[in-house]
């Protein structure tokens, strides 16, 4: 019942942020020359997330795989939504009633968040500040985010570290979601 009334409540904020979208008019153009709060107004599309090897090349994130999908939103009233997912999660046996595996599984092919954020024009970045979230530990935090922008692509990355006291540096692209014929 948990599980639904978190979908359910994932889903009513994802439509609410892509109506809200919908009805202004396009902030961005590739090289605009807005402020990046204004530029952040959009739904974006999940292109690449990982972390960075010494090589500089990207290792997916284990329990989303190489083809992850997800979804970014900011909306005019400084609200966000994130979520992720494995799009090679397994369906569950009996959809009415997963078994304690079943829903372990869940839990790890999906996370999402959602709160407010404060972009941070001078330093490039933007802080969300999750007020629900899949992993209880975000909520209340401040999660900083450097920001790149190229083109349609948002470029989020950070870097984190590791319980040994390693860094380890990751990055999401996200693609800018246009409606059809546009």
Avoid at 92 to 105: F, G, H, I, Q, S
């Amino acid at each position: 019942m948990r599980i639904g009334m978190i979908s359910i409540l994932l889903l009513v904020l994802s439509v609410t942020l892509n109506l809200r979208a919908q009805n202004r008019p396009s902030s961005s153009s590739p090289g605009s020359k807005l402020p990046l709060a204004r530029r952040l107004l959009e739904t974006w599309r999940l292109i690449s997330i990982g972390t960075i090897r010494p090589d500089g090349t990207l290792e997916s994130l284990p329990d989303l795989g190489p083809h992850a999908t997800g979804y970014l939103m900011y909306d005019t009233t400084g609200h966000m939504c994130v979520s992720l997912a494995s799009p090679n999660h397994p369906r569950w046996a009996n959809p009415d009633k997963p078994t304690e595996a079943e829903r372990l599984r869940s839990f790890d092919a999906m996370f999402a968040y959602c709160g407010t954020y404060e972009v941070q024009e001078n330093e490039h970045r933007v802080i969300h500040r999750p007020e629900m979230s899949s992993w209880p530990h975000y909520l209340g935090s401040d999660q900083f985010r450097d920001i790149r922008m190229k083109g349609d692509r948002l470029i989020l990355s950070d870097t984190d570290m590791l319980p040994n006291g390693e860094h380890r540096e990751y990055q999401i692209t996200w693609e800018r979601v246009r409606k059809p014929n546009q």
